[in-house]
């Protein structure tokens, strides 16, 4: 349960500038999203002990209204909504403007614990010009160089000291076991309208589990005598619009979600297509090694866009290739089940486990086999694999397509175990891990894959050296001569 740390203030007083130093420098990296290092714009990080999530609002490209102040309100407004702790960054060179100031007006009033950062406090003199800020009604300004990282430390401390108590969730504990299903994707994708057809669809044990996080809603629901946890993302209602700011925070509820459940179904909206951010979401599914359904909601739409292209154009204008942006656009090239195939494959590569539903939540359209695939992959995760037959799978793949051969050092694996389920992960004791290729991983994971099934999840496999090679490693070091194996 991580909280959500925001900095936010004026364009050009060193939000970015401080995001980077913090996340590059001064914060241990808790972990790290696939693709998000060029531009990133949140972090899992932790300082005194406390692990937590930094985002940059700066980096959320919000509204397109041309007004400065309401866009920075925007991006304020959210920053309320979605974090716990709140950097209020502003700029010591140029002293507390008008924005400034309302913008403190607006994070008094939300009561959100708020850290006053004076950036830009390069010299003495600025250190000392600082104290204006305590007239912006937000406690201490803590002065700082976020370019040089001087006062960062400070700053962190006084995050860490707003942070809510770390608790475990009540609900956590009582549900241990359970299936947790978690239903993400961006806004207006359709997870609150699946969420209510499953949710009217099956008995309702407990809704809005006690200890649920901000980020997501928590149901206990039974389908078919199985009880399990529907995690919701979507339930937490926002006021307004759905911009892009609200998008980008969206992804980070995802990421949340998805550290907490077994199965992850990805919703995506068949009429707008696969966009980056569903790729950035089923890559964090897939590192993190949960389940994953991809749902290719709103068919209805697109059949209905199909038929309707079908009549105007005959047979030829039924057959499409290119990825569509809107209703319109899917009228003249309309997009059947084999094109979503073929792009979901494309673009999830990683992910080649994943089941692909197409389905619509409005109208219930295979909405039941939602749960049937997730409660299957659950299972299939749960799934522990005798090391005999492990080692009989692996000995016999190893025989029909030989390890990697490394400046005439070939890969020798001795043993495989299965270490973990849920994720289901697998431990080869191999002569040299370094040795081994990332296409023979891959054949190896098929191989397991065929042999017992895993339909659904991804599995982790870790390659480590035998203990006996790691000393006879150090012994030819040291120069002694060791007799080679053969
Ligand atoms: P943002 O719009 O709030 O994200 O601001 P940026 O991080 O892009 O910074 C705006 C400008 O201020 C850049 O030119 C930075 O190099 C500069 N800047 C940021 N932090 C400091 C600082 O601590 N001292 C000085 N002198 N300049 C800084
Ligand atoms: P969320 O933001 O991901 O929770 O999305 P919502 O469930 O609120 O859905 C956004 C909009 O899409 C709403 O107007 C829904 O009625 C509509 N919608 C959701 N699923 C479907 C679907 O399968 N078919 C159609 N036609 N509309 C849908």
Redesign the pocket.
């Known amino acids: 349960m991580k909280p959500l740390v925001a900095i936010v203030g004026r364009p050009n007083v060193g939000k970015s500038t401080l995001f980077n130093k913090l996340a590059g420098e001064r914060l241990a990296i808790v972990e790290d999203l696939p693709g998000t290092t060029r531009d990133r714009i949140y972090a899992d990080a932790e300082w005194n002990g406390r692990v937590f999530t930094l985002v940059d609002t700066g980096g959320l490209e919000l509204g397109s209204e041309d007004k400065i102040m309401s866009r920075i309100a925007e991006q304020v407004r959210l920053g309320i909504e979605e974090a716990d702790v709140i950097i209020f960054l502003v700029d010591t060179r140029s002293g507390a403007t008008e924005a400034d100031v309302e913008v403190a007006e607006m994070l008094r009033r939300s009561g959100k614990p708020v850290v006053l950062g004076a950036n830009k406090a390069d010299s003495h003199a600025q250190r000392m010009d600082a104290v204006e800020f305590y007239a912006l009604g937000l406690g201490e300004p803590i002065t700082l160089s976020a370019i040089s990282g001087t006062g960062t430390g400070d700053l962190l401390d006084a995050v860490t000291d707003a942070l809510p108590p770390p608790r475990e969730a009540e609900g956590e504990e009582e549900y241990a076991g359970l299936p947790r299903i978690a239903i993400v994707?961006?806004?207006?994708?359709?997870?609150?309208?699946?969420v209510n057809a499953i949710l009217g669809q099956e008995r309702v044990i407990v809704s809005d589990i006690p200890g649920t996080t901000r980020d997501t809603i928590d149901t206990l629901v039974e389908h078919k005598g199985q009880r399990l946890v529907l995690l919701d993302t979507?339930g937490i209602r926002r006021r307004g619009h759905?911009g892009a700011g609200v998008e980008r925070y969206s992804v980070i509820r995802a990421t949340r979600a998805i550290d907490r459940c077994d199965v992850a179904v990805l919703?995506i909206d068949g009429v707008e297509g696969i966009t980056a951010q569903d790729t950035h979401i089923a890559g964090y599914i897939h590192d993190a090694a949960r389940g994953m359904i991809i749902v290719i909601?709103?068919?209805?739409?697109v059949r209905e866009a199909q038929r309707k292209a079908e009549e105007a154009a005959g047979l030829e204008a039924a057959v499409s290739l290119k990825p569509g942006g809107n209703l319109a656009a899917l009228e003249e090239e309309p997009h059947d089940a084999d094109y979503y195939r073929a792009l979901v494959r494309d673009r999830f590569k990683f992910a080649p486990y994943a089941p692909v539903i197409f389905?619509?939540?409005?109208?219930k359209?295979h909405i039941n086999i939602i749960l049937e695939h997730a409660l299957r992959i659950w299972e299939t995760r749960q799934q522990r694999i005798s090391t005999a037959q492990l080692n009989e799978v692996v000995r016999e793949a190893a025989r029909r397509h030989h390890p990697p051969v490394v400046q005439g050092r070939p890969m020798r694996i001795y043993y495989v175990t299965q270490a973990e389920v849920s994720p289901p992960t697998f431990i080869f004791f191999v002569n040299d891990p370094s040795l081994l290729h990332f296409s023979y991983q891959r054949y190896l994971e098929n191989q397991l894959r065929q042999a017992f099934g895993f339909e659904g999840t991804a599995v982790r496999l870790e390659f480590r050296e035998r203990q006996s090679d790691r000393g006879e490693r150090d012994e030819r070091k040291k120069g002694k001569r060791v007799p080679s194996r053969r």
């Open positions: 994707g961006r806004p207006n994708v359709g997870k609150s309208s699946l979507a759905v919703m909601n709103k068919w209805d739409l389905a619509a939540a409005k109208t359209y």
